[in-house]
Protein backbone atom coordinates (compact mmCIF):
# COMPACT_ATOMS: atom_id res chain seq x y z
CA UNK A 1 0.00 0.00 0.00
CA UNK A 2 0.90 3.64 -0.19
CA UNK A 3 2.08 5.63 2.64
CA UNK A 4 -0.90 8.53 1.38
CA UNK A 5 -3.24 9.10 4.48
CA UNK A 6 -5.90 11.44 4.29
CA UNK A 7 -8.13 11.13 7.23
CA UNK A 8 -10.47 8.60 8.28
CA UNK A 9 -12.64 6.09 6.19
CA UNK A 10 -14.00 2.65 6.34
CA UNK A 11 -13.48 -0.47 5.09
CA UNK A 12 -15.07 -4.02 5.02
CA UNK A 13 -13.62 -6.94 6.22
CA UNK A 14 -15.64 -10.31 4.81
CA UNK A 15 -14.47 -12.93 6.69
CA UNK A 16 -15.25 -16.72 7.04
CA UNK A 17 -15.44 -17.18 10.61
CA UNK A 18 -15.12 -20.79 12.15
CA UNK A 19 -18.10 -22.45 14.06
CA UNK A 20 -17.22 -22.28 17.73
CA UNK A 21 -15.44 -18.60 17.43
CA UNK A 22 -17.76 -15.57 19.01
CA UNK A 23 -17.86 -12.81 16.85
CA UNK A 24 -17.37 -11.02 20.42
CA UNK A 25 -13.86 -12.12 20.28
CA UNK A 26 -12.91 -10.75 16.86
CA UNK A 27 -14.85 -7.74 17.67
CA UNK A 28 -12.89 -7.15 20.61
CA UNK A 29 -9.72 -7.35 18.86
CA UNK A 30 -10.64 -4.79 16.37
CA UNK A 31 -11.55 -2.70 18.96
CA UNK A 32 -8.15 -3.11 20.82
CA UNK A 33 -6.36 -2.16 17.57
CA UNK A 34 -8.39 1.26 17.36
CA UNK A 35 -11.00 0.02 14.70
CA UNK A 36 -14.97 1.34 15.31
CA UNK A 37 -17.23 -1.28 13.92
CA UNK A 38 -20.45 0.62 12.34
CA UNK A 39 -22.11 -2.68 10.75
CA UNK A 40 -22.07 -6.15 10.74
CA UNK A 41 -23.78 -8.05 8.34
CA UNK A 42 -24.44 -12.03 7.66
CA UNK A 43 -23.35 -13.12 4.07
CA UNK A 44 -24.20 -17.15 4.56
CA UNK A 45 -24.00 -19.95 7.23
CA UNK A 46 -23.13 -23.25 7.77
CA UNK A 47 -22.46 -26.42 10.08
CA UNK A 48 -18.90 -25.50 9.84
CA UNK A 49 -18.64 -21.42 9.47
CA UNK A 50 -20.26 -18.62 8.75
CA UNK A 51 -19.26 -15.71 6.30
CA UNK A 52 -19.72 -11.78 7.72
CA UNK A 53 -19.18 -8.49 6.40
CA UNK A 54 -17.87 -5.88 8.82
CA UNK A 55 -17.59 -2.40 8.01
CA UNK A 56 -15.11 -0.65 10.16
CA UNK A 57 -13.78 2.84 10.51
CA UNK A 58 -9.98 3.37 9.96
CA UNK A 59 -7.94 5.95 10.60
CA UNK A 60 -5.71 5.78 7.55
CA UNK A 61 -3.76 3.38 5.60
CA UNK A 62 -1.25 2.01 8.91
CA UNK A 63 -3.61 1.44 10.89
CA UNK A 64 -6.17 -0.71 8.48
CA UNK A 65 -2.83 -2.80 7.75
CA UNK A 66 -2.45 -3.21 11.34
CA UNK A 67 -5.98 -4.78 11.74
CA UNK A 68 -6.35 -6.41 8.78
CA UNK A 69 -2.84 -8.51 9.72
CA UNK A 70 -4.55 -8.77 13.55
CA UNK A 71 -7.22 -10.50 11.83
CA UNK A 72 -5.70 -12.24 8.99
CA UNK A 73 -3.37 -13.87 12.15
CA UNK A 74 -6.58 -15.40 14.07
CA UNK A 75 -6.41 -19.33 13.36
CA UNK A 76 -10.18 -18.90 13.46
CA UNK A 77 -11.06 -16.51 10.40
CA UNK A 78 -10.32 -16.76 6.99
CA UNK A 79 -10.10 -13.06 5.27
CA UNK A 80 -11.62 -13.46 2.63
CA UNK A 81 -11.86 -9.54 1.00
CA UNK A 82 -11.07 -6.49 2.06
CA UNK A 83 -12.91 -3.49 0.65
CA UNK A 84 -12.77 -0.37 0.86
CA UNK A 85 -15.94 1.74 0.68
CA UNK A 86 -14.02 5.00 -1.49
CA UNK A 87 -12.50 2.57 -3.84
CA UNK A 88 -16.23 0.71 -4.24
CA UNK A 89 -17.42 4.34 -5.21
CA UNK A 90 -15.03 4.23 -7.91
CA UNK A 91 -15.53 0.82 -9.78
CA UNK A 92 -16.11 1.17 -13.07
CA UNK A 93 -15.27 4.99 -12.88
CA UNK A 94 -17.64 7.71 -11.41
CA UNK A 95 -19.73 9.18 -14.45
CA UNK A 96 -21.17 7.80 -17.33
CA UNK A 97 -22.66 9.44 -20.37
CA UNK A 98 -26.65 8.99 -21.10
CA UNK A 99 -29.09 9.90 -24.30
CA UNK A 100 -31.23 12.53 -24.47
CA UNK A 101 -33.29 11.43 -27.11
CA UNK A 102 -34.01 7.70 -27.62
CA UNK A 103 -32.95 5.63 -30.39
CA UNK A 104 -35.63 2.81 -30.82
CA UNK A 105 -36.53 2.35 -34.77
CA UNK A 106 -35.47 4.12 -38.27
CA UNK A 107 -37.39 6.64 -38.19
CA UNK A 108 -34.84 8.05 -34.49
CA UNK A 109 -32.15 6.98 -36.49
CA UNK A 110 -32.66 8.57 -39.78
CA UNK A 111 -33.21 11.88 -37.67
CA UNK A 112 -30.39 11.12 -35.03
CA UNK A 113 -27.80 10.20 -37.05
CA UNK A 114 -27.81 8.84 -41.25
CA UNK A 115 -29.49 10.54 -43.76
CA UNK A 116 -30.74 13.50 -41.52
CA UNK A 117 -28.16 14.61 -39.88
CA UNK A 118 -25.78 15.86 -42.58
CA UNK A 119 -28.26 18.52 -42.79
CA UNK A 120 -27.20 19.82 -39.81
CA UNK A 121 -23.68 19.40 -40.48
CA UNK A 122 -23.77 21.81 -43.26
CA UNK A 123 -26.27 24.01 -41.59
CA UNK A 124 -23.09 24.58 -38.96
CA UNK A 125 -20.22 24.28 -41.27
CA UNK A 126 -22.38 27.05 -43.27
CA UNK A 127 -22.21 29.00 -39.71
CA UNK A 128 -19.89 27.59 -37.34
CA UNK A 129 -21.74 29.94 -34.34
CA UNK A 130 -24.59 27.49 -35.06
CA UNK A 131 -22.40 24.34 -32.76
CA UNK A 132 -23.79 25.99 -29.88
CA UNK A 133 -27.63 25.30 -30.97
CA UNK A 134 -26.94 22.24 -32.49
CA UNK A 135 -24.57 20.20 -30.50
CA UNK A 136 -23.12 19.90 -27.17
CA UNK A 137 -20.82 22.47 -27.10
CA UNK A 138 -22.96 24.85 -25.05
CA UNK A 139 -23.08 23.18 -21.95
CA UNK A 140 -20.07 21.02 -22.12
CA UNK A 141 -16.63 21.64 -20.42
CA UNK A 142 -13.58 20.07 -20.93
CA UNK A 143 -11.55 19.21 -17.87
CA UNK A 144 -8.03 18.30 -18.34
CA UNK A 145 -4.95 17.69 -16.66
CA UNK A 146 -1.40 16.03 -17.07
CA UNK A 147 -0.98 14.88 -13.74
CA UNK A 148 1.85 16.83 -12.78
CA UNK A 149 0.87 18.42 -9.51
CA UNK A 150 -2.69 16.18 -8.14
CA UNK A 151 -3.72 17.46 -5.18
CA UNK A 152 -0.97 16.93 -2.56
CA UNK A 153 0.32 13.94 -4.09
CA UNK A 154 2.01 15.78 -6.52
CA UNK A 155 3.69 13.65 -10.29
CA UNK A 156 1.25 10.78 -10.57
CA UNK A 157 0.82 10.80 -14.25
CA UNK A 158 -2.30 10.71 -16.18
CA UNK A 159 -3.89 7.33 -14.87
CA UNK A 160 -3.63 8.50 -11.22
CA UNK A 161 -4.79 11.69 -11.73
CA UNK A 162 -8.24 10.70 -13.83
CA UNK A 163 -10.22 9.92 -10.47
CA UNK A 164 -9.78 13.81 -9.65
CA UNK A 165 -10.94 14.66 -13.31
CA UNK A 166 -14.16 12.30 -12.81
CA UNK A 167 -15.01 14.02 -9.47
CA UNK A 168 -14.51 17.33 -10.72
CA UNK A 169 -17.23 16.79 -14.10
CA UNK A 170 -19.13 15.25 -11.24
CA UNK A 171 -19.03 18.56 -9.15
CA UNK A 172 -20.03 20.59 -12.68
CA UNK A 173 -22.89 18.04 -13.01
CA UNK A 174 -24.22 18.25 -9.70
CA UNK A 175 -23.66 22.23 -9.14
CA UNK A 176 -24.21 23.50 -12.11
CA UNK A 177 -25.97 21.03 -14.63
CA UNK A 178 -22.86 21.28 -16.74
CA UNK A 179 -22.12 18.22 -18.76
CA UNK A 180 -17.95 17.68 -19.09
CA UNK A 181 -15.49 15.19 -19.89
CA UNK A 182 -12.04 14.01 -18.20
CA UNK A 183 -9.13 14.24 -20.67
CA UNK A 184 -5.91 13.00 -19.20
CA UNK A 185 -2.88 13.91 -21.19
CA UNK A 186 -0.08 11.39 -21.74
CA UNK A 187 2.26 14.19 -21.87
CA UNK A 188 4.10 16.57 -19.94
CA UNK A 189 5.19 18.99 -23.20
CA UNK A 190 4.21 22.37 -23.20
CA UNK A 191 3.52 22.91 -26.46
CA UNK A 192 2.33 19.55 -27.12
CA UNK A 193 -0.23 19.67 -24.87
CA UNK A 194 -1.28 23.66 -26.18
CA UNK A 195 -1.64 21.86 -29.53
CA UNK A 196 -3.98 19.00 -28.53
CA UNK A 197 -6.07 21.39 -26.43
CA UNK A 198 -6.61 23.64 -29.42
CA UNK A 199 -6.93 20.51 -31.64
CA UNK A 200 -10.00 19.46 -29.54
CA UNK A 201 -11.58 22.81 -28.41
CA UNK A 202 -14.07 22.82 -31.18
CA UNK A 203 -16.42 20.60 -29.18
CA UNK A 204 -16.52 22.62 -25.54
CA UNK A 205 -18.19 25.62 -24.68
CA UNK A 206 -15.23 26.37 -22.05
CA UNK A 207 -11.62 24.69 -20.79
CA UNK A 208 -10.76 24.10 -17.31
CA UNK A 209 -7.24 23.39 -16.77
CA UNK A 210 -6.34 20.83 -13.81
CA UNK A 211 -3.25 19.69 -11.75
CA UNK A 212 -1.06 20.89 -13.97
CA UNK A 213 2.50 22.16 -12.26
CA UNK A 214 3.84 25.07 -12.09
CA UNK A 215 5.62 27.13 -13.86
CA UNK A 216 4.54 25.65 -17.10
CA UNK A 217 0.54 25.76 -15.84
CA UNK A 218 0.94 29.74 -16.74
CA UNK A 219 2.12 29.67 -19.87
CA UNK A 220 -0.26 26.92 -21.28
CA UNK A 221 -2.96 28.88 -19.71
CA UNK A 222 -1.84 32.34 -21.26
CA UNK A 223 -1.27 31.29 -24.64
CA UNK A 224 -4.79 29.22 -24.73
CA UNK A 225 -6.80 32.31 -23.90
CA UNK A 226 -5.00 34.13 -26.31
CA UNK A 227 -5.48 31.43 -29.10
CA UNK A 228 -8.89 29.98 -28.34
CA UNK A 229 -12.43 32.15 -28.32
CA UNK A 230 -13.67 30.30 -25.56
CA UNK A 231 -13.07 30.52 -21.80
CA UNK A 232 -10.00 28.89 -20.34
CA UNK A 233 -9.54 28.42 -16.67
CA UNK A 234 -6.89 26.70 -14.59
CA UNK A 235 -8.71 26.02 -11.50
CA UNK A 236 -5.65 25.73 -9.10
CA UNK A 237 -4.62 28.75 -9.71
CA UNK A 238 -8.12 31.22 -10.21
CA UNK A 239 -10.55 28.88 -8.23
CA UNK A 240 -8.45 29.48 -4.94
CA UNK A 241 -7.65 33.14 -5.93
CA UNK A 242 -11.21 33.66 -6.19
CA UNK A 243 -12.67 31.90 -2.64
CA UNK A 244 -10.33 33.11 -1.17
CA UNK A 245 -10.87 36.72 -1.96
CA UNK A 246 -14.43 36.22 -1.00
CA UNK A 247 -13.51 35.21 2.22
CA UNK A 248 -11.00 37.96 3.10
CA UNK A 249 -14.07 40.36 2.09
CA UNK A 250 -16.15 39.35 4.53
CA UNK A 251 -12.80 38.98 6.72
CA UNK A 252 -12.43 42.25 6.49
CA UNK A 253 -15.89 43.59 7.38
CA UNK A 254 -15.06 41.81 10.87
CA UNK A 255 -11.85 43.66 11.82
CA UNK A 256 -12.60 47.02 9.96
CA UNK A 257 -9.98 47.30 7.98
CA UNK A 258 -9.87 48.52 4.10
CA UNK A 259 -7.80 46.83 1.10
CA UNK A 260 -6.13 49.48 0.02
CA UNK A 261 -4.67 49.28 3.55
CA UNK A 262 -3.93 45.82 4.17
CA UNK A 263 -0.35 44.56 4.92
CA UNK A 264 -0.31 41.01 3.65
CA UNK A 265 2.82 38.56 3.34
CA UNK A 266 2.50 35.14 1.01
CA UNK A 267 4.20 31.38 1.78
CA UNK A 268 4.49 29.92 -1.35
CA UNK A 269 4.46 31.49 -4.76
CA UNK A 270 3.15 28.61 -7.00
CA UNK A 271 -0.21 28.65 -9.41
CA UNK A 272 -2.01 29.54 -6.35
CA UNK A 273 0.04 31.70 -5.21
CA UNK A 274 0.62 33.91 -7.84
CA UNK A 275 -3.06 34.27 -8.73
CA UNK A 276 -3.86 35.25 -5.31
CA UNK A 277 -1.51 37.89 -5.50
CA UNK A 278 -2.94 39.15 -8.68
CA UNK A 279 -6.24 39.09 -7.72
CA UNK A 280 -6.02 41.19 -4.58
CA UNK A 281 -4.05 43.58 -6.71
CA UNK A 282 -6.78 43.56 -8.76
CA UNK A 283 -9.09 44.39 -5.86
CA UNK A 284 -7.33 47.08 -4.53
CA UNK A 285 -4.51 46.01 -2.49
CA UNK A 286 -1.31 47.90 -2.60
CA UNK A 287 2.06 45.72 -4.50
CA UNK A 288 4.23 47.82 -2.19
CA UNK A 289 2.65 46.11 0.56
CA UNK A 290 2.74 42.31 -0.68
CA UNK A 291 5.65 40.15 0.60
CA UNK A 292 6.09 36.92 -1.27
CA UNK A 293 8.07 34.08 0.51
CA UNK A 294 8.91 30.89 -0.46
CA UNK A 295 11.47 28.21 1.33
CA UNK A 296 14.68 30.29 0.30
CA UNK A 297 13.11 33.12 1.97
CA UNK A 298 11.57 36.35 1.03
CA UNK A 299 10.92 37.18 -2.71
CA UNK A 300 12.61 40.88 -3.51
CA UNK A 301 14.42 42.24 -6.57
CA UNK A 302 17.93 41.97 -5.45
CA UNK A 303 18.04 38.43 -6.40
CA UNK A 304 17.63 36.78 -9.46
CA UNK A 305 15.87 33.45 -9.94
CA UNK A 306 15.74 30.53 -12.06
CA UNK A 307 12.31 30.48 -11.75
CA UNK A 308 10.49 33.75 -14.29
CA UNK A 309 7.71 33.89 -11.95
CA UNK A 310 9.61 34.47 -8.74
CA UNK A 311 11.33 37.53 -10.78
CA UNK A 312 7.90 38.79 -12.35
CA UNK A 313 7.23 38.49 -8.78
CA UNK A 314 9.99 40.19 -7.25
CA UNK A 315 9.70 43.38 -9.82
CA UNK A 316 5.70 43.54 -8.81
CA UNK A 317 5.88 43.02 -5.12
CA UNK A 318 8.64 43.88 -1.82
CA UNK A 319 9.80 47.44 -3.04
CA UNK A 320 11.22 47.89 0.56
CA UNK A 321 13.10 44.63 -0.42
CA UNK A 322 12.12 42.78 2.80
CA UNK A 323 14.63 40.04 3.27
CA UNK A 324 14.62 36.53 5.31
CA UNK A 325 12.30 34.11 6.72
CA UNK A 326 8.66 34.37 6.99
CA UNK A 327 8.91 35.09 10.56
CA UNK A 328 11.34 38.05 9.75
CA UNK A 329 8.38 39.77 7.30
CA UNK A 330 6.04 38.95 9.08
CA UNK A 331 5.73 41.69 11.49
CA UNK A 332 3.18 43.77 11.30
CA UNK A 333 1.22 42.32 8.86
CA UNK A 334 -2.53 42.23 8.22
CA UNK A 335 -3.29 38.95 6.62
CA UNK A 336 -0.93 36.00 6.36
CA UNK A 337 -1.92 33.65 3.40
CA UNK A 338 -0.60 29.81 2.95
CA UNK A 339 -0.57 27.78 0.04
CA UNK A 340 2.73 25.97 1.10
CA UNK A 341 3.04 23.23 3.67
CA UNK A 342 2.54 22.69 7.37
CA UNK A 343 3.88 24.25 10.33
CA UNK A 344 5.43 26.91 8.72
CA UNK A 345 3.89 29.16 10.57
CA UNK A 346 4.36 29.30 14.55
CA UNK A 347 2.59 30.98 16.99
CA UNK A 348 5.77 33.70 17.81
CA UNK A 349 4.85 34.86 14.48
CA UNK A 350 1.14 35.90 15.03
CA UNK A 351 1.90 37.35 17.89
CA UNK A 352 4.07 39.63 15.62
CA UNK A 353 1.46 40.76 13.15
CA UNK A 354 -0.77 43.76 13.20
CA UNK A 355 -4.15 44.22 15.55
CA UNK A 356 -6.88 41.53 14.44
CA UNK A 357 -4.55 39.21 11.87
CA UNK A 358 -6.33 37.43 9.70
CA UNK A 359 -4.77 34.08 9.21
CA UNK A 360 -5.80 31.46 5.59
CA UNK A 361 -3.74 29.11 6.45
CA UNK A 362 -4.99 27.01 3.19
CA UNK A 363 -2.35 24.18 2.50
CA UNK A 364 -4.04 20.45 2.46
CA UNK A 365 -3.92 18.01 4.41
CA UNK A 366 -2.40 20.02 7.30
CA UNK A 367 -2.44 23.53 7.37
CA UNK A 368 0.51 26.05 8.15
CA UNK A 369 -0.55 26.46 11.75
CA UNK A 370 -3.44 24.19 13.26
CA UNK A 371 -6.80 26.79 14.31
CA UNK A 372 -6.24 25.19 18.01
CA UNK A 373 -2.87 26.92 17.96
CA UNK A 374 -3.98 29.88 16.27
CA UNK A 375 -6.88 30.84 18.12
CA UNK A 376 -5.86 32.83 20.81
CA UNK A 377 -3.59 35.05 18.75
CA UNK A 378 -6.22 35.36 15.70
CA UNK A 379 -9.11 37.52 14.52
CA UNK A 380 -10.59 35.48 11.63
CA UNK A 381 -9.26 32.04 10.73
CA UNK A 382 -9.55 29.63 7.48
CA UNK A 383 -8.06 26.51 6.13
CA UNK A 384 -8.50 24.57 3.31
CA UNK A 385 -10.04 21.65 5.21
CA UNK A 386 -13.75 20.70 5.71
CA UNK A 387 -13.00 19.69 9.50
CA UNK A 388 -12.92 23.15 10.88
CA UNK A 389 -15.11 26.48 9.93
CA UNK A 390 -14.28 29.10 7.19
CA UNK A 391 -13.32 26.03 4.19
CA UNK A 392 -11.40 27.95 1.37
CA UNK A 393 -12.97 25.37 -1.36
CA UNK A 394 -13.19 25.71 -4.95
CA UNK A 395 -16.26 23.72 -5.40
CA UNK A 396 -17.55 27.36 -4.50
CA UNK A 397 -15.97 29.20 -7.21
CA UNK A 398 -16.23 26.64 -10.76
CA UNK A 399 -19.20 25.57 -11.39
CA UNK A 400 -20.53 29.09 -11.23
CA UNK A 401 -18.21 30.96 -13.30
CA UNK A 402 -18.28 28.33 -15.77
CA UNK A 403 -22.38 28.53 -15.91
CA UNK A 404 -22.06 32.14 -16.20
CA UNK A 405 -19.50 32.16 -18.53
CA UNK A 406 -21.30 29.42 -20.91
CA UNK A 407 -24.98 30.96 -20.75
CA UNK A 408 -23.53 34.23 -22.36
CA UNK A 409 -20.93 32.61 -24.82
CA UNK A 410 -18.16 34.51 -23.54
CA UNK A 411 -15.07 34.18 -24.84
CA UNK A 412 -12.60 34.57 -21.82
CA UNK A 413 -13.00 34.26 -18.03
CA UNK A 414 -11.26 37.72 -17.46
CA UNK A 415 -10.00 39.33 -14.21
CA UNK A 416 -13.02 41.12 -14.04
CA UNK A 417 -15.53 38.40 -14.18
CA UNK A 418 -13.71 36.65 -11.22
CA UNK A 419 -14.02 39.45 -8.98
CA UNK A 420 -17.84 39.40 -9.47
CA UNK A 421 -17.32 35.92 -8.67
CA UNK A 422 -16.07 36.62 -5.22
CA UNK A 423 -18.13 39.57 -4.74
CA UNK A 424 -21.08 36.88 -5.44
CA UNK A 425 -19.65 34.56 -3.00
CA UNK A 426 -19.31 36.81 -0.51
CA UNK A 427 -22.54 38.34 -0.75
CA UNK A 428 -24.30 34.87 0.17
CA UNK A 429 -23.78 35.59 4.09
CA UNK A 430 -25.76 38.45 5.07
CA UNK A 431 -24.75 41.12 7.75
CA UNK A 432 -26.87 39.43 10.35
CA UNK A 433 -24.91 36.12 9.78
CA UNK A 434 -21.46 37.45 9.26
CA UNK A 435 -19.10 36.13 12.14
CA UNK A 436 -15.27 35.64 13.01
CA UNK A 437 -16.49 31.27 12.11
CA UNK A 438 -18.48 31.80 9.09
CA UNK A 439 -17.55 33.98 6.89
CA UNK A 440 -17.63 31.74 3.55
CA UNK A 441 -21.07 30.00 2.42
CA UNK A 442 -21.02 25.96 2.41
CA UNK A 443 -20.34 24.44 -0.60
CA UNK A 444 -23.40 23.03 -0.52
CA UNK A 445 -25.49 26.77 -0.08
CA UNK A 446 -27.92 26.27 -3.04
CA UNK A 447 -27.66 30.21 -3.85
CA UNK A 448 -24.12 30.14 -4.40
CA UNK A 449 -23.79 28.89 -8.26
CA UNK A 450 -26.28 30.98 -9.43
CA UNK A 451 -25.41 34.21 -7.80
CA UNK A 452 -22.05 33.62 -9.15
CA UNK A 453 -23.43 33.27 -12.34
CA UNK A 454 -25.44 36.15 -12.65
CA UNK A 455 -22.79 38.27 -11.29
CA UNK A 456 -20.01 36.55 -14.16
CA UNK A 457 -22.82 37.16 -16.94
CA UNK A 458 -22.83 40.85 -15.85
CA UNK A 459 -19.17 41.35 -15.67
CA UNK A 460 -18.98 39.85 -18.69
CA UNK A 461 -21.02 42.05 -20.34
CA UNK A 462 -19.78 45.21 -19.37
CA UNK A 463 -16.31 44.10 -20.38
CA UNK A 464 -17.25 42.85 -23.47
CA UNK A 465 -16.56 39.65 -23.34
CA UNK A 466 -20.24 38.02 -24.00
CA UNK A 467 -21.43 37.25 -27.00
CA UNK A 468 -25.22 36.16 -25.82
CA UNK A 469 -26.80 38.14 -23.20
CA UNK A 470 -29.17 35.50 -21.42
CA UNK A 471 -33.09 36.35 -21.58
CA UNK A 472 -32.92 35.64 -17.52
CA UNK A 473 -30.54 38.99 -17.17
CA UNK A 474 -32.32 40.95 -19.68
Request: aromatic residues 6%; glycine residues 8%; negative net charge.
Amino acid sequence: MSNVTKGSYSIILRMEISQGISFFEIASKINETGGDIIAVDMISASKDSNVRDVTVNVFDETHQERLVKCIADDPGVRLVNVSDQTFLLHLGGKIETKLKVPVKNRDDLSRVYTPGVARVCMAIHEDPSKAYSLTIKRNTVAVISDGTAVLGLGNIGPYGAMPVMEGKAMLFKEMADLDSFPICLDTTDTEEIIRIIKAIAPAFGGINLEDIASPRCFEIEERLKKELDIPVFHDDQHGTAVVMLAGLINALKIVGKRMEDLRIVFSGIGAAGVACTKILLSAGVQSKNIVGVTRAGAINRNETYENPIYNWYAELTNPEIKTGTLSDVIHGADVFIGLSGPGVLKVEDLKNMAKDPIVFAMANPTPEISPEEAAPYVKVMATGRSDYPNQINNVLCFPGIFRGALDCRATMINEEMKIAAANAIASIIGEDELNEQYIIPSVFNSKVVESVRHHVIQAAIDTGAARRIPRDTQ
